[in-house]
């Protein structure tokens, strides 16, 4: 008698996609592309992978998109909570904190979402926060999250390395690059990683962070 065979069914899917964020001295740019995929479908070609968390912090999210959708609900909420309580917004810092222990929280059964935050710290420089599923983090200058990561890490590392984190006395991590360049390179990424990455293209979605506010840019991917 041969043994029955169960369907195989996990509660998490992989959507695909990609984030990247790049820290400046006095500003931030957090991009992502808009496709959703599962397996070899298109789910759609607009789909937005960035949420403003505070008036200075973004989070770019790649991963499971329900998953990601309930963590959003979750910050938001405690966001709430902390501006009632203290009458103010969180840092990019403090939400970094938030985002952490949210993750950690769930380790067991975590949310399956890679997110990268990126926005302005209390002193107006560029900050960049790069995650694991169960809120490893860690404040780098730059950094790209999901399905194309593996594809733009290299590039970027290569354009722009950061100093050594052993290194005394400690270097910044900001990036020397001026906005525009920054905003150019991170088009470049995306352009390269939809030639060879499925689940990245359609279009890549740019939040650009300075004192003077926040400013969108969108540019076109390939659609195959």
């Keep these: 008698m041969t043994t029955k065979e169960h369907a195989n069914w996990s509660p998490y899917d992989n959507n695909g996609g990609t984030c990247v964020a790049i820290a400046g001295a006095d500003y931030c740019v957090i991009a992502a592309d808009t496709r959703m995929s ?18 200075k912090s973004f989070m770019a999210s790649s991963g499971f998109q329900a998953d990601v959708k309930a963590l959003q609900k979750v910050l938001s909420s405690r966001h709430l909570i ?78 722009l390395k950061s100093p050594s984190p052993l290194l005394l006395p400690a270097k910044d991590a900001v990036t020397p690059l001026s906005e525009a360049e920054a905003v150019d390179l991170v088009k470049t990424c995306f352009v390269s990683a939809t030639e060879r990455d499925i689940y990245t293209g359609d279009s890549v979605e740019i939040i650009i962070l300075n004192a003077n506010g926040v400013r969108r840019e969108s540019e076109q991917l390939r659609k195959d």
């Design 38 to 55: 599962t397996g070899y479908s298109i789910l759609t070609r607009d789909y937005s992978k960035i949420s403003k968390l505070a008036d």
């Design 82 to 159: 902390y501006q009632h309580q203290h009458n103010k917004q969180m840092s990019c810092p403090a939400m970094a904190q938030l985002l952490s222990n949210t993750l950690y929280y769930k380790r067991f059964f975590p949310y399956y979402a890679f997110n990268v935050l990126g926005g302005l710290d209390s002193e107006g420089k560029g900050c960049v926060f790069t995650y694991d599923a169960v809120g490893s983090y860690e404040r780098v200058g730059y950094s790209a999250q999901g399905s194309g990561a593996t594809l733009i890490t290299p590039f970027l590392d290569n354009q």
